[in-house]
Each structure stands twice: as structure tokens, then as C-alpha cells.
């Protein structure tokens, strides 16, 4: 059974800041990784999708590394701004043809103070 | 309008009844999922399906039931609903690798 933690639970950061989330997961037998964000009261909205044989993927000031050796992830946000405050969820799926499926941290709430 | 729908956004009933979220995705998605999330225990499956037909158990199944006829639609039915049953619903389609998800459906069971 997949098992994914999410570190820190919670971040409050200034304006500006760099910061890292950190995702690791038990089942390293996977096909990609997901990050998600999630506003309050909203769906999960797709922020990048990382392949397996990809160690990075990068959309405007998000990065997100992965190491399937190791079972970890990590999402980079590069000065960040209050826009950001969301939590973000990762999401490696395992199985493959009918057992195919995603197992979900709990999340990251950051919050980005002006 | 190309996409994942889900409806109701919003749902009252009454412990007992019989109540059906729907789930509706425009992509031909083979793999489509339905979700609950709670405060403290993140997103949790409730039962997935591989293709039309074809559909399985997740984590906390209890209490649900869902069918897949076309590949479009997968309606979860909550055959008697519970007060423990109250939760945010997420319904997720996917073709094997980025998947999608949609709004969610609260629901409150009273």
C-alpha cells in the first residue's frame, strides 16, 4: 500500500521567499508524480506532472524534482506571493492496468504573507 | 463544455435515504475516481475504475456503490446515507498519467 507524507504540514513564509515542499512516498514502483494545489473551498487544480524517467519538471517559478530511488519529491516555489497561499498535495500513483490509482499526502498549506 | 462536472455542488439529506452524486467527464478517460476529503485525513479513495464495467474498492468503500455503463459517467450512490458520510467529494478522471479533477460535491447528511 502506498503510503505518502508531506513535510512540513504547514508553512508561513514573507513575500518573496524561495521555498521547498517536500513529498516521499513507500511504493517506488511509479509511472509519474503529480503536484496538485487546492484553494479553500475548491478542487485540485494540476500544477505539474512529472514522467518517471524525468528528474525535473519546471512551469514558470514552480520546480518539481523527483527520485524514485529514494521515494521523494520536492516542489520548489521560487518568490513566492500571496497568490500562492493554497495547499499543495502530491500524488504518486501505483498500480498499473485495472489497479491503477492515486494515493494522496495530506498536504502543505502555505500561506505567503504580503 | 470539455471537462469533469460533477453535480450537485451541494447536498442535504436526511440519514437513511438513498443519494447519487454524479460524475460526467468530456476527455474518454479510461480511469476515473471518486474521493472523499475530511479535515485530518486528506483525500481518501473511495472506489476507482480502469475502464467501462470495470471498478474496485479504494480505501473506505463502506457504505457506497458505484457503476461505470459508459465510459463518460461514473455515479457514486450512497445507499443509506450517515451523518459520518458528511464530507467534500471529489470525482478524478485520468488517461494514465495527469489526472483531472472536478469540483467536488459537499455533502451534508442530517
Known amino acids: 500500500k502506498q503510503e505518502v507524507t508531506q513535510i512540513p504540514a504547514a508553512l508561513s513564509v514573507p513575500e518573496g521567499e524561495n521555498l521547498v515542499l517536500n513529498c516521499s512516498f513507500t511504493?517506488?514502483?511509479?509511472?509519474?508524480l503529480q503536484w496538485f494545489r487546492q484553494d479553500p473551498g475548491k478542487g485540485l487544480t494540476s500544477l505539474l506532472l512529472i514522467q518517471s524517467s524525468q528528474r525535473e519538471q519546471t512551469s514558470g517559478r514552480l520546480n518539481a524534482s523527483l527520485d524514485k530511488s529514494s521515494g521523494r519529491s520536492t516542489l520548489y516555489i521560487a518568490a513566492s506571493q500571496p497568490g500562492d497561499s493554497a495547499t499543495y498535495l502530491c500524488a504518486p500513483p501505483t498500480g498499473g492496468g485495472s489497479n491503477y490509482k492515486l494515493t494522496f499526502g495530506k498536504g502543505t498549506l502555505l500561506t505567503v504573507n504580503p | 463544455d470539455a471537462g469533469i462536472t460533477q453535480s450537485p455542488r451541494y447536498k442535504i439529506t436526511e440519514t437513511g435515504r438513498q443519494v447519487t452524486l454524479m460524475c460526467h467527464q468530456t476527455?474518454?478517460?479510461?480511469?476515473m475516481f471518486w474521493y472523499r476529503q475530511d479535515l485530518g485525513h486528506g483525500l481518501r479513495l473511495i472506489y476507482y475504475s480502469a475502464a467501462a464495467d470495470i471498478t474496485d474498492k479504494g480505501e473506505v468503500p463502506d457504505g457506497y456503490v458505484v457503476s461505470r455503463s459508459k465510459t463518460e459517467n461514473f455515479p457514486l450512490t450512497l445507499e443509506s446515507a450517515t451523518r459520518s458520510q458528511t464530507s467534500v467529494y471529489f470525482c478524478?478522471?485520468?488517461?494514465?498519467?495527469?489526472?483531472?479533477f472536478g469540483q467536488g460535491t459537499r455533502l451534508t447528511v442530517v
Open positions: 511504493d517506488s514502483a511509479i509511472y509519474n
Open positions: 476527455w474518454s478517460h479510461s480511469y
Open positions: 478524478a478522471s485520468s488517461r494514465g498519467n495527469e489526472a483531472f
